[in-house]
């Protein structure tokens, strides 16, 4: 049965296995570079203003600042990777035999997909490994945690699909990249607490999509976080159901990529 299986399943784990093949291919740019420059985000804000921001909701600030160091680097990986992969395929034509090929839709969706995903599972378990020793960040909740990792690369891996599928030059998926999701992550609590904030900067706080995501990540490492674990889970996962839908509904149709 498990046989029968993959061999039904084959052309998905071709497709999957050369997405993760260009990731590895170029892991010096597409791993290294972002642990390492996540990481120095640590070293820099977590032990240069851990001296005077001693502690945050009674957490470490070099620890605190951690899950959403994670999660900028996760989510910027899988929408980079993604858009750029679909959008070479787009103008390169090779897309054309991809969708030519014995797959179905959701297999297609799915193989572009897990690039990005595998890509970012890389630097979120290689930014822990090397931060660990240095923070000491706990894991509280790993059920939580899992799940909040698995909403955030569903939603921005078929968010990076969506784009280059759309994008009419490189500038294009670069742009979301640089000019929200960067900018939305980084006021989204990453180095701070969103409970700390004035009127009215914390209630705005509160009507970006990706501080739910920061939220439910933190949760799931600190066991505390600004918002209920429960409505974070539930903002981030209406989210990546919406982006996913859209995601298959443009594979289903062929929508811009039969042209």
């Avoid at 009674?58 to 679909?86: E, R, T």
């Avoid at 980084?186 to 904030?197: A, M």
């Amino acid at each position: 049965m498990i046989a029968r299986t993959l061999e039904r399943h084959r052309p998905l784990l071709w497709l999957t296995a050369r997405e993760v093949l260009r990731v590895m291919k170029l892991w010096t740019q597409t791993v290294a570079a972002p642990v390492v420059s996540a990481f120095l985000f640590i070293l820099v804000f977590g032990l240069s203003l851990g001296g005077r921001i001693r502690h945050i909701d009674g957490v470490d600030y070099k620890a605190f600042i951690v899950p959403g160091l994670v999660v900028m680097a996760m989510v910027q990986a899988a929408y980079s990777n993604n858009s750029s992969s679909v959008f070479q395929a787009r103008f390169d034509r090779y897309i054309h035999d991809v969708l030519a090929a014995p797959m179905r839709n959701w297999q297609v969706n799915l193989g572009l997909s897990l690039g990005g995903a595998v890509r970012a599972l890389l630097i979120g378990l290689c930014l822990l490994a090397l931060a660990v020793p240095v923070t000491g960040v706990p894991v509280h909740q790993p059920l939580e945690l899992c799940l909040a990792v698995a909403l955030a690369l569903a939603l921005f891996s078929s968010l990076g699909l969506v784009v280059g599928i759309y994008a009419e030059n490189f500038d294009h998926h670069m742009f979301v990249n640089n000019i929200v999701i960067l900018p939305l992550t980084f006021l989204g609590g990453v180095f701070y607490s969103v409970n700390r904030l004035p009127s009215p900067w914390h209630e705005l706080s509160h009507a970006n999509p990706i501080f739910y995501l920061v939220q439910a990540v933190r949760y799931g490492f600190l066991g505390t976080a600004d918002v209920p674990v429960g409505l974070a889970l539930g903002v981030t996962a209406a989210l990546a159901a919406a982006v996913v839908g859209w995601s298959a509904w443009l594979f289903g149709t062929g929508r811009r990529l039969k042209a």
